[in-house]
């Protein structure tokens, strides 16, 4: 079993950032995808961002892309989106995924892919 845990959401004005972190307990993290994703109230559970085992590719869905960053340490089970530009539309519940035994430089991005899921972080942006 893989403990996925999301920390750093919050309230920030509309043009601010914020670094999630999502820490993935177990001692093969290196061979996981990882991903974000995100949902907001009464709509559907959304792809944000993706990156592969080793970090090599990245992918972004296009509302945020040249806004947000996803990145990895394999050092330190964590994986980081940070958010910049922030606007009202990105304000949700932000979810990490973890997807084990993945292949090197493969991207995943619909939620049926991913086994491990965290509870959530709460990323509000004011107007």
């Known amino acids: 079993q893989v403990q996925v845990v999301e920390s750093g959401g919050g309230l920030v004005q509309a043009g601010g950032a914020l670094r999630l972190s999502c820490a993935a307990s177990g001692r093969t993290f290196s061979t996981y995808a990882m991903g974000w994703f995100r949902q907001a109230p009464g709509k559907e559970r959304e792809f944000v961002a993706a990156?592969?085992?080793?970090?090599?590719?990245?992918y972004y869905v296009d509302s945020v892309k040249g806004r947000f960053t996803i990145s990895r340490d394999n050092a330190k089970n964590t994986v980081y989106l940070q958010m910049n530009s922030l606007k009202p539309e990105d304000t949700a519940v932000y979810y990490c995924?973890?997807?084990?035994?993945?292949?090197?430089?493969?991207?995943?991005?619909?939620?049926?892919?991913?086994?491990?899921w965290g509870q959530g972080t709460q990323v509000t942006v004011s107007s």
């Open positions: 995924a973890a997807r084990p035994n993945s292949r090197a430089l493969t991207i995943y991005r619909t939620r049926d892919e991913y086994a491990y």
């Open positions: 990156i592969s085992l080793d970090g090599g590719a990245t």
